[in-house]
C-alpha cells in the first residue's frame, strides 16, 4: 500500500470535509467526568473548530454548542470554570442551565418574539469509565466506535486513576500527518533516540484492530512507560505508564494546524509523590515533543509539491495504512 497523496494534507477544501464527514459525526474525548462535580462546572472546547461545552445541571450534565443563537458570539471561553446562568458577552442574553433563553435585556417591542424558539443547540454526550466524550451529529453510539477499546483495556483499573493536569501542545501541521507518525513506531530509533534504547525494539508491534491500533513493545528498566500505547478512530490516543495513564484529543486547529490535549491520570495522589508525578508528565511530554520537527518539515515538503506518494512498510506501518482506510471510507460517505 501507498501513503496518501500529500493533497490529502495541504488542502483547506479537504479539510472542511473532514470537519464534515469525519470531527461534526464521531464521539470527541472531552476530558474526565470528574472535572464537573458540583452544579454549574463547565468544561468549554473546540472540535476542529467547532466550538461546545459540557455543563453540570442540577438533573446531570447538559452538552450544548458554544454559540449564542442571536449573534453567534462565543458564550464561554475555552476551559473549565463555574457559572449559576450562561450570559453571552456581546449582547448580554441569558441562558439557563438547562438551555433555555431566560432573559433578553433591552430587546424592545417585539410580538413576534417568543423565547421559547431561542433555546441553546445540544449537542450528545456520554461517559465512559469516567471518560467524557462529546458529538456534535452522532452517526453510532460510543460504544460502536470504541470498538475493540473495551476488550482491550477491559482489566485495566483506569476507574482508579485520578485526574491530575492538563497540557495542550500546539504545532504546524496537519493533523493527519500527526496521526500517521503516532500509529507507527518505524521512526522510534531516528526520532526518539533515548526512548528506542528503552525499548526492545526488534519487538516492537503494531496491530490494526477494531477503531483502534495498538502498539506494544517490551520496555527495558527504567522506562516510564509500561510498553503500551493505543490510538482510537479517529483522534484520540490512551497511553500506559506505572502508576497511571495519559490520554490525548488530536484535534485540528485549521488544514495547518493542530493542537493536542493531554491528560494525566495518577493511582498515587499524596502531595509526597508530586516531584514523581510531574517527573513522568515532563517525560511525556518530551518524548511528544520530540515528533514536532518531523511533523513540521513534512508539512513544508507535502505544500512544495516535491514529494510524490511512497510506499508503507507491512511490518511497522499497518497502523498508518488502517487509519488511512479509515479516513478514505469515512470522507466517501
Known amino acids: 500500500m501507498r501513503n496518501l497523496d500529500p493533497v490529502n494534507y495541504t488542502s483547506a477544501d479537504i479539510h472542511a470535509r473532514d470537519v464534515k464527514s469525519i470531527f461534526s459525526t464521531t464521539w470527541q474525548l472531552i476530558g474526565p467526568a470528574s472535572r464537573l462535580e458540583k452544579r454549574g462546572d463547565y468544561i468549554a472546547v473546540e472540535i476542529a473548530g467547532q466550538k461546545v461545552f459540557v455543563v453540570r445541571a442540577k438533573d446531570g450534565l447538559r452538552a450544548f454548542r458554544n454559540v449564542c443563537r442571536h449573534r453567534g458570539a462565543r458564550l464561554l471561553a475555552e476551559g473549565t470554570g463555574r457559572c449559576s446562568t450562561i450570559r453571552c458577552p456581546y449582547h448580554q442574553w441569558v441562558w439557563g442551565e438547562d438551555g433555555s433563553l431566560l432573559n433578553v435585556p433591552w430587546w424592545g417591542?417585539?410580538?413576534d418574539f417568543e423565547k421559547s424558539d431561542w433555546e441553546l443547540d445540544k449537542v450528545s454526550f456520554d461517559i465512559w469509565r469516567g471518560l467524557l466524550f462529546v458529538a456534535i451529529a452522532p452517526s453510532s453510539s460510543l460504544e460502536t466506535q470504541l470498538g475493540g477499546l473495551i476488550k482491550e483495556i477491559a482489566d485495566e483499573?483506569?476507574?482508579?486513576?485520578t485526574w491530575m493536569q492538563e497540557e495542550r501542545l500546539v504545532f504546524d501541521a496537519n493533523w493527519k500527518i500527526y496521526t500517521d507518525n503516532f500509529v507507527e513506531g518505524y521512526h522510534i530509533p531516528g526520532i526518539h533516540p533515548a526512548f528506542h534504547q528503552a525499548i526492545e525494539?526488534?519487538?516492537f508491534e503494531t496491530v490494526a484492530l477494531d477503531q483502534m491500533v495498538r502498539m506494544t513493545a517490551p520496555p527495558r528498566e527504567g522506562l516510564f512507560y509500561r510498553g503500551k500505547w493505543m490510538w482510537m478512530?479517529?483522534?484520540w490516543t490512551l497511553s500506559l505508564f506505572k502508576g497511571g495513564m495519559n490520554t490525548s484529543r488530536i484535534n485540528p486547529i485549521d488544514h495547518r494546524r493542530t493542537e493536542l490535549i493531554y491528560n494525566f491520570y495518577f493511582e498515587d495522589t499524596s502531595a509526597g509523590m508530586e516531584a514523581a508525578r510531574q517527573k513522568t508528565i515532563a517525560d511525556n511530554l518530551q518524548v511528544v515533543r520530540e515528533d514536532f520537527e518531523v511533523c513540521l518539515e513534512t508539512q513544508k515538503n507535502y505544500e512544495s509539491g516535491g514529494y510524490r506518494a511512497g510506499p508503507l512498510s507491512p511490518r511497522h506501518e499497518q497502523g498508518v495504512a488502517y487509519f488511512q482506510q479509515?479516513?478514505?471510507?469515512?470522507?466517501?460517505?
Do not use: I
Request: hydrophobic content about 40%; proline content about 14%; aromatic content about 14%.
Open 326 to 333: 479509515k479516513l478514505m471510507a469515512a470522507l466517501e460517505v
Open 233 to 235: 478512530w479517529p483522534n
Open 201 to 203: 525494539f526488534d519487538r
Open 109 to 111: 417591542d417585539d410580538p
Open 157 to 161: 483499573p483506569v476507574e482508579s486513576y
